[in-house]
């Protein structure tokens, strides 16, 4: 074997080719990974992790304006956004040579550079050829291109996380994740933010009736949510920029000193020449099998926001993509992820949280459904707090008495759906659900008189 062929060449160095790359070196196959941008990843260096942190900033203050009178005195609290960015580089500076770090220490070569295939098992990394038994592509996702004009006038979630001043006035294109994140983020460190949205309701994966409250519960705190609007064009005027958006055929205009893409993302596979390795691809990434083998390559395999796969565009389910990818390769099987019970949240705030069915899906699958929805902000772990915003909606199978959904808004409810997601998971009952006792008072307390 040359010193550039392999048995893995791994292209994407997120967590999911790290997990994929890591495994494959620690079964002695000769493994490197490649990326034309610093080790780590969006999730550790440009999304989930440093959003969150962030979003911390925001939660002290939310939290002390909730206690306002309440023994809390909140004159001259605000957030120091320089030092909150700060706080946020140093975890993500350390990210990129800790993960080489480690990946090196397991054996596998690091590379660095645009890697783009020449033929079905062979690749160009920066005008240099390598070669490779099996290809893992996790390349991630990039912005969804829009087509308005001034289109290039947004700046996306990544320049997001790096600005190192927070405008006044901030309109989000999209009415996703992204957006609803970062403009509770904006709101709480003194920004007048906007969300426009084409559709009827934002955040259409979530539970519609707990969406609602979180759009209320997001205009106390001055967000404006436009709903069933077009973004026209972006301009600029002498201060900043002008979006013309359109609703009921009639246009208006909302001032902005920022604008920033929150209209969803698709798979980043742009630059592979992925038709050189006869690799079938779509917007949703590469055509795969359900075990995650390319549908016209067997020599590549996917996974992440790379695979066209049923799975969520979570870290969590690229991570398991990747090792069960790895699996596969190794022992040259065909299992396939098991996406069962898989939870997700939006870290707004109060956070809003899903797992399994939503409830029109559960009665179009003609599932006995008992619907049991429970307004809990006035319940003792919401009152302490101060929060007035909090509700839970689960979806039970009354055949069985097993969860078929939950979803949940409020406090730490972003942990709670981890109970349910098990219960999905394991196939546990409510009644055996009711019967942990929990720690208290604490929110998981709470969970028995949920169900």
Sequence with gaps: MSNNSYDLIVIGAGMAGNAAANKCASAGWRVAIVDELPYGGTCALRGCDPKKILRRGAEIIDSARLMAGKGIDTNGIQINWADLMGHKLGFTEPVPENMERGLTGNGVDTLHGSATFTGPNSLDIDGEAYSAEHFLIATGARPRPLDFPGADHLID??????????????????????????????????????????????????????????VQRGEEVGIDTRTETSVVSVGTDGSGFEVTVSRD??????????????????SELSRLGLEHANVEHGPHGVKVAGHLQSTTNPAVYAAGDSADTPGMPLTPVAVFEGKVAASNMLKSTTTVPDYAGVPTAVFTIPELARVGMLETDAVDAGIDLDVRYTDTSGWYSNYRIGETTAAVKILVDTSNDTIVGAHMLGPEYGELINFCALAIKLGLTTRQLKSMTAAYPTVTSDLGSML
């Design 249 to 266: 055929g009639e246009q208006s205009t909302i001032g902005a000193d920022l604008v920033v893409h929150g209209a969803g993302r698709i």
């Design 157 to 214: 979630s990544t320049a997001f996380l790096d600005l190192d001043e927070l405008p006044e006035r901030i309109v989000f294109v999209g009415g996703g994740f992204i957006s609803f994140e970062f403009v509770h983020i904006a709101a709480r460190a003194g920004s007048r933010p906007t969300i426009i949205d084409h559709g009827p309701r934002p955040l259409k994966g979530f539970d519609p009736d707990l969406v609602d409250l979180l």
